[in-house]
């Protein structure tokens, strides 16, 4: 059974910086993306950025590019979210996702491209 499970949330001052961790268990298939959604309160689930597990091809949303950076760590089946130049606009609950993906296919910001979710954390960025 696939789990996600996230960490690294918390309150951080504008223009601070914030490293998110998706631990991932259960995986069985070979080609999937790995990805971040983002829900604010009152707003639908959005899309921040996904990596292709097998590739390393990724994918921002406009609203976060060049201030985030996603990345794999492939011994421990993690994925890492680092962001930067954290604005309030970032508060959110941020999740993790997994999804199948074809092999050198660009990551769907699409949720309904992911099967299995985290739970979530808290990101609050404080003006």
């Known amino acids: 059974q696939v789990q996600l499970v996230e960490s690294g949330g918390g309150l951080v001052q504008a223009g601070g910086s914030l490293r998110l961790t998706c631990a991932a268990s259960?995986?069985?298939?070979?080609?999937?993306?790995l990805a971040w959604f983002r829900q604010a309160p009152g707003k639908e689930r959005e899309f921040v950025t996904g990596i292709n597990w097998t590739t390393d091809n990724t994918k921002y949303a406009d609203s976060v590019k060049g201030r985030s950076t996603i990345s794999r760590d492939n011994a421990k089946n993690t994925v890492l979210l680092q962001m930067s130049s954290l604005k309030p606009e970032d508060t959110a609950i941020y999740y993790c996702?997994?999804?199948?993906?074809?092999?050198?296919?660009?990551?769907?910001?699409?949720?309904?491209?992911?099967?299995?979710w985290g739970q979530g954390t808290q990101v609050t960025v404080s003006s």
């Open positions: 259960g995986l069985t298939s070979s080609y999937y993306a």
């Open positions: 996702a997994v999804g199948r993906l074809p092999p050198a296919a660009i990551p769907s910001d699409s949720s309904h491209s992911y099967d299995y």
